[in-house]
C-alpha cells in the first residue's frame, strides 16, 4: 500500500516525530510552537520576520512618495494600488498550476529574487533624486506581478516544509509574524521617511530579502514533506477548477471566504472613513485604530497557534470565527464614541484571524498534494479578487449612509453567509472537512 505521499520526507517515510507524537501530549508553549521543530521551517520563519517588516516600511513609503511625486492626488494613489492588485486577478490561477508544476524552492528563491529587485532599483531611483512617478507605477506594476505568483507558491509551499500535521501550526505562526511585522513595520517607516527620506526606506526593504533568500537556499531539501511533482500537460488549470467544483464543502468554503473578504475585510478603507467621516479625526486617530485591530489579530493568531495541536481545524471553528467576525464588525460600526470603536476592534481582529487561519489550513488539508498549488490559486483569488468590488461599494455606502454604513453591512454579510454556509454543510452532514486520504495502490 502506497503512503499519502505529503506524508514523506522526500521518498522516505516521514519520522516518528512526525506522525506518532502528539501534540497534545507536549508542553502548552511546546505545542504552540511546533512546527519550528522543522529546521526548514525555522530557516524560512526567521527570513520572513525580517521581510515583512521590509515589506510593510516599503508600503507606507511607496504611498508617501506617490503623494509627494503627484502632488498629493489620491488618484495617483488609487492607481499605484491597482496596478498592483491587477496582477493578483489574472495570475493567481495560472500561478497555482505552475506551484504544482515546479520546485517550490527554486521557484521561492527565483520571485523573491526580482521583488528584492524592484525594492532596490525604486530605492536606488529615489535616493537619487531621479525618481518620476511613470517609474513608481511601473515598478508597482512589476512587484503585483511577483506577488500575484508568489503568493500561491509560498502558500502551498509551508505545508511541504512542516508536513500536514503541523500545518495549522505554521499557518497560525505566519499569521503572528505577519500581524507583528504590520504593527513594527508602519512605526519605523514613519521615523525613517521624516528622519533620511523614502529611498532608505526602500533600500532597507531590499536588503531584507537577503534573510528570505539566504533562508531558501540553506534549506535541506531532503527534508522536506514533497508531494509528487504534477508533469508539464494541457487543461491542467481546466482540472483544478474541476476538481473544486466537485467537492461541495471546497466551494462553500471558498464562497464564504470570497464574500467576508469582499465586504468585511476592507478595514484600510472603513477605518479611515470611520475615523474621519464620522469622528472628525486626524491620521493618527485612523493610525490607532488601525493598531488596535492589529493587536486583535495577533491575539488571535496565538490563540489559532495553541489550537493547532488539537488537530485540523474543525468546519465549525471556521464557521464560527465568520459568524463571531461578522456581528463585532457590525458592533463596531455602531459605536458611539471612537474608542469605543477601538476598543470592539481588537476581539473583532482575534475572529478575523481565526476564521482566515482556520480557512487557508482548512484548504490546504483536504486537498490532493497534486492539486494543492492550484487550489491554493483559487483561494487566493477569491481573497483577493474581491477588492475591485469591496472598495467602491465600501466607498459608495458611506456616500449614502455615512461612514458608519460599510461596517455594519460588511458584517451582516459575514453573519448571512456564515449562516448560510452552516445550514449547507448541516445539510450534507459535515462539519469537518476530511483530511486527503491517497489511494492505495495494489503492487
Same mark, same amino acid.
Request: hydrophobic fraction near 50%; glycine fraction near 12%.
Given at each position: 500500500m502506497a503512503a499519502d505521499a505529503d506524508d514523506q520526507h522526500g521518498t522516505q517515510p516521514a519520522t516518528p516525530t512526525d506522525q506518532s507524537t502528539s501534540d497534545s501530549a507536549k508542553p502548552r508553549w511546546r505545542a504552540m510552537f511546533g512546527s519550528l521543530g522543522e529546521r526548514n521551517y525555522r530557516l524560512y520563519a526567521s527570513g520572513q520576520v525580517l521581510s515583512l517588516t521590509g515589506v510593510w516600511m516599503q508600503r507606507v513609503a511607496q504611498d508617501w512618495l506617490v503623494?509627494?511625486?503627484?502632488? #498629493?492626488?489620491?488618484?495617483?494613489?488609487?492607481?499605484?494600488?491597482?496596478?498592483?492588485?491587477?496582477?493578483?486577478?489574472?495570475?493567481?490561477?495560472?500561478?497555482?498550476?505552475?506551484?504544482?508544476?515546479?520546485?517550490?524552492?527554486?521557484?521561492?528563491?527565483?520571485?523573491?529574487? @526580482?521583488l528584492?529587485?524592484?525594492?532596490? @532599483?525604486? #530605492?536606488?531611483?529615489?535616493?537619487?533624486?531621479?525618481?518620476?512617478?511613470?517609474? @513608481?507605477? @511601473?515598478?508597482?506594476?512589476?512587484?503585483?506581478?511577483?506577488?500575484a505568483i508568489e503568493t500561491p507558491v509560498r502558500q502551498s509551499f509551508v505545508v511541504e516544509m512542516v508536513g500536514k500535521s503541523q500545518l495549522t501550526n505554521a499557518v497560525a505562526l505566519n499569521s503572528m509574524t505577519f500581524n507583528l511585522a504590520r504593527m513594527v513595520g508602519p512605526a519605523i517607516a514613519g521615523v525613517m521617511i521624516t528622519a533620511v527620506g523614502s529611498g532608505w526606506v526602500f533600500l532597507i526593504n531590499a536588503a531584507t530579502f537577503v534573510g528570505v533568500l539566504g533562508g531558501l537556499w540553506l534549506m535541506d531539501p531532503k527534508r522536506l514533506y514533497l508531494p509528487e511533482r504534477v508533469p508539464r500537460a494541457k487543461g491542467q488549470l481546466r482540472e483544478g477548477l474541476r476538481y473544486v467544483s466537485k467537492r461541495a464543502d471546497l466551494i462553500t468554503l471558498l464562497v464564504l471566504v470570497f464574500f467576508i473578504s469582499t465586504f468585511g475585510l476592507n478595514f484600510y478603507v472603513t477605518l479611515a472613513l470611520v475615523a474621519r467621516n464620522v469622528f472628525s479625526s486626524t491620521a493618527s486617530a485612523y493610525g490607532l485604530l488601525s493598531t488596535l485591530l492589529a493587536i486583535g489579530t495577533l491575539t488571535g493568531a496565538v490563540l489559532a497557534a495553541r489550537r493547532s495541536g488539537r488537530g485540523s481545524p474543525r468546519l465549525r471553528v471556521l464557521l464560527g470565527g465568520a459568524l463571531v467576525f461578522g456581528v463585532l464588525e457590525a458592533i463596531a460600526g455602531l459605536m458611539p464614541?471612537?474608542?469605543?470603536?477601538?476598543?470592539?476592534?481588537?476581539?473583532?481582529?482575534?475572529?478575523?484571524?481565526?476564521?482566515?487561519?482556520?480557512?487557508?489550513?482548512?484548504?490546504?488539508?483536504?486537498?490532493?498534494?497534486?492539486?494543492?498549488?492550484?487550489?491554493?490559486?483559487?483561494?487566493?483569488?477569491?481573497?483577493?479578487? +474581491?477588492?475591485?468590488?469591496?472598495?467602491?461599494?465600501? +466607498?459608495?455606502?458611506?456616500?449614502?449612509?455615512? +461612514?458608519?454604513?460599510?461596517?455594519?453591512?460588511?458584517?451582516?454579510?459575514?453573519?448571512?453567509?456564515?449562516?448560510?454556509?452552516?445550514?449547507?454543510?448541516?445539510?450534507?452532514?459535515?462539519?469537518?472537512?476530511p483530511p486527503f486520504r491517497a489511494r492505495p495502490t495494489v503492487s
Amino acid at each position: 500500500m502506497a503512503a499519502d505521499a505529503d506524508d514523506q520526507h522526500g521518498t522516505q517515510p516521514a519520522t516518528p516525530t512526525d506522525q506518532s507524537t502528539s501534540d497534545s501530549a507536549k508542553p502548552r508553549w511546546r505545542a504552540m510552537f511546533g512546527s519550528l521543530g522543522e529546521r526548514n521551517y525555522r530557516l524560512y520563519a526567521s527570513g520572513q520576520v525580517l521581510s515583512l517588516t521590509g515589506v510593510w516600511m516599503q508600503r507606507v513609503a511607496q504611498d508617501w512618495l506617490v503623494l509627494d511625486l503627484a502632488h #498629493g492626488s489620491p488618484t495617483a494613489l488609487g492607481f499605484a494600488a491597482a496596478l498592483q492588485f491587477i496582477p493578483t486577478v489574472l495570475l493567481s490561477l495560472w500561478a497555482g498550476v505552475l506551484a504544482d508544476r515546479m520546485d517550490k524552492r527554486k521557484l521561492l528563491l527565483v520571485l523573491e529574487s @526580482v521583488l528584492g529587485l524592484c525594492a532596490l @532599483v525604486l #530605492g536606488l531611483l529615489t535616493v537619487s533624486g531621479t525618481v518620476v512617478l511613470w517609474q @513608481v507605477y @511601473v515598478l508597482c506594476f512589476a512587484l503585483g506581478v511577483g506577488t500575484a505568483i508568489e503568493t500561491p507558491v509560498r502558500q502551498s509551499f509551508v505545508v511541504e516544509m512542516v508536513g500536514k500535521s503541523q500545518l495549522t501550526n505554521a499557518v497560525a505562526l505566519n499569521s503572528m509574524t505577519f500581524n507583528l511585522a504590520r504593527m513594527v513595520g508602519p512605526a519605523i517607516a514613519g521615523v525613517m521617511i521624516t528622519a533620511v527620506g523614502s529611498g532608505w526606506v526602500f533600500l532597507i526593504n531590499a536588503a531584507t530579502f537577503v534573510g528570505v533568500l539566504g533562508g531558501l537556499w540553506l534549506m535541506d531539501p531532503k527534508r522536506l514533506y514533497l508531494p509528487e511533482r504534477v508533469p508539464r500537460a494541457k487543461g491542467q488549470l481546466r482540472e483544478g477548477l474541476r476538481y473544486v467544483s466537485k467537492r461541495a464543502d471546497l466551494i462553500t468554503l471558498l464562497v464564504l471566504v470570497f464574500f467576508i473578504s469582499t465586504f468585511g475585510l476592507n478595514f484600510y478603507v472603513t477605518l479611515a472613513l470611520v475615523a474621519r467621516n464620522v469622528f472628525s479625526s486626524t491620521a493618527s486617530a485612523y493610525g490607532l485604530l488601525s493598531t488596535l485591530l492589529a493587536i486583535g489579530t495577533l491575539t488571535g493568531a496565538v490563540l489559532a497557534a495553541r489550537r493547532s495541536g488539537r488537530g485540523s481545524p474543525r468546519l465549525r471553528v471556521l464557521l464560527g470565527g465568520a459568524l463571531v467576525f461578522g456581528v463585532l464588525e457590525a458592533i463596531a460600526g455602531l459605536m458611539p464614541t471612537l474608542w469605543l470603536v477601538g476598543l470592539v476592534l481588537v476581539p473583532t481582529g482575534a475572529a478575523m484571524l481565526t476564521f482566515t487561519t482556520a480557512a487557508n489550513s482548512t484548504v490546504q488539508l483536504s486537498v490532493s498534494p497534486a492539486m494543492r498549488g492550484r487550489v491554493m490559486g483559487i483561494y487566493m483569488l477569491m481573497m483577493l479578487g +474581491g477588492n475591485p468590488i469591496g472598495g467602491p461599494v465600501s +466607498g459608495w455606502l458611506a456616500a449614502q449612509f455615512g +461612514g458608519r454604513a460599510p461596517m455594519v453591512v460588511g458584517g451582516i454579510i459575514a453573519v448571512l453567509v456564515a449562516c448560510t454556509g452552516g445550514l449547507v454543510l448541516a445539510a450534507r452532514g459535515k462539519y469537518r472537512i476530511p483530511p486527503f486520504r491517497a489511494r492505495p495502490t495494489v503492487s
